[in-house]
């Protein structure tokens, strides 16, 4: 069986993706990063509207992930850290010591040398969203906020020194139903997605999958700074106006314009 160890962070969804993988992998490891604080808006208003969407999100979750307070490995073999020490030494020291044949990121900070290199071609990230179609942060909202559903999902690729650039693995979307709100999907999309990176951890291992360059000409990109209350407020707009049925059909169509690597198809 294929051994890693996993960086994270430590919400619910993050107990459920490393525990899925330990069902599936010899999960060696997992380094556990403490989650960013929420961010703030500029006035009182704002700020109202933004702590509406992260308390919907947080209870969403639980709904999702309720089961999953805790890693399923021992905690001798979970590493707790600060927010952004990732790159540490420290941590570098602990990974190497598990002897993984991969690294795998979900919601972790940037990583960057020596972890890369010394993992070269090996280091396999999770990025909730369709590269490169959207990248940076906030990568499945920005479509909701743009009015393209079509442009969320999941995509698995090789980690590289350039944020979300590495060759993809595979992509996948959630399954639309109406009804779905933003954080639904954004869920959905995180089961989905592990479910995919387990597979194609397999093919890659076993030399069956090779990476597609991704063309960065393309898409959009956005910042944590871009997040606020005015882009909150138009994807609800866009939900409440019927973007996701207006979506479900032209389904076919709409994808099409968004094509995506679906390895196992």
Sequence with gaps: MVSAVLITSNALRHHFVANYLSDHLNLAGVVSEAKLASPQ??????????????????ETEKE?????ENFKIPK????????????DPAVFEWVKNKNPEYLILFGSSIIKDPLLSYFKDKVINMHLGLS??????????WP????????????????????????ILGQ????????????????????AGTQLLVKIIGAY?????????????????????????EAVLAMRK????????????????????????????
Excluded at 76 to 87: C, D, M, Q, Y
Excluded at 132 to 139: F, I, V
Excluded at 184 to 191: D, N, P
């Design 76 to 87: 001798s073999s979970v590493l707790e850290i600060a927010r952004g020490t990732s790159n």
């Design 205 to 229: 291992n076993k030399g069956n999958l090779a990476g597609h360059r991704q063309n960065l000409s393309i898409g959009k990109v956005f910042k944590k700074k871009n997040f606020n209350a």
């Design 144 to 167: 909701l906020v743009f009015r393209e559903p079509e442009c969320v999902g999941a995509t698995i690729h090789l980690a590289t020194l350039e944020v979300d650039a590495g060759a």
């Design 132 to 141: 490169p179609y959207y990248r940076g942060s906030g990568t499945n909202f």
């Design 238 to 265: 866009n939900f409440e106006t019927g973007m996701i049925e207006e979506y479900l059909n032209d389904q076919a169509d709409r994808n099409q314009q968004y094509p995506i690597i679906s390895p196992f198809l």
């Design 41 to 58: 808006g500029a006035t009182v208003a704002e700020d109202e509207i933004i702590k509406t969407h992260l308390q919907e999100l947080k």
């Design 64 to 68: 999702f992930f309720g089961g999953y």
């Design 172 to 191: 996948v979307r959630p399954d639309f139903v109406p009804g779905d709100n933003c954080h639904t999907l954004g869920f959905k999309t995180v089961i």
